[in-house]
């Protein structure tokens, strides 16, 4: 294996606490989304910032961990806050992956 390559290693997690806790943690996370998604004219209004979304509360500022900080002080049980850049500009924007893709 080269230096570039990095491994992955996948397991299944069987522990009931700690499935029970990432299920709570996504329920945060969506519960934030959907906030997201019903504020979407305010929040993608801040041009060239960094945006930060815990406790269904815009967290706005110029660097990411800024807005992750002042989300935190303010919500410090929410491990479902999650943060976004959004551009200066509006554009149409093309998502591509990079990965080989294999002919079947």
């Known amino acids: ?25 996504h329920r945060r996370f969506e519960r934030n989304w959907a906030w997201l998604e019903a504020h979407a004219t305010e929040v993608y209004s801040h041009r060239g910032k960094f945006i930060c979304i815990a406790g269904e509360q815009l967290f706005v500022t110029d660097a990411v961990e800024e807005a992750y900080a002042r989300a935190r002080a303010a919500h410090p049980d929410d491990d479902g ?24």
């Open 1 to 25: 294996m080269s230096e570039n390559q990095k491994t992955v290693v996948m397991e299944e997690e069987t522990d009931a606490v700690e499935i029970a806790q990432a299920l709570a943690r």
């Open 81 to 104: 806050a999650f943060s976004r850049y959004v551009p200066r500009e509006r554009l149409a924007r093309i998502y591509v992956d990079r990965r080989p893709m294999a002919c079947l």
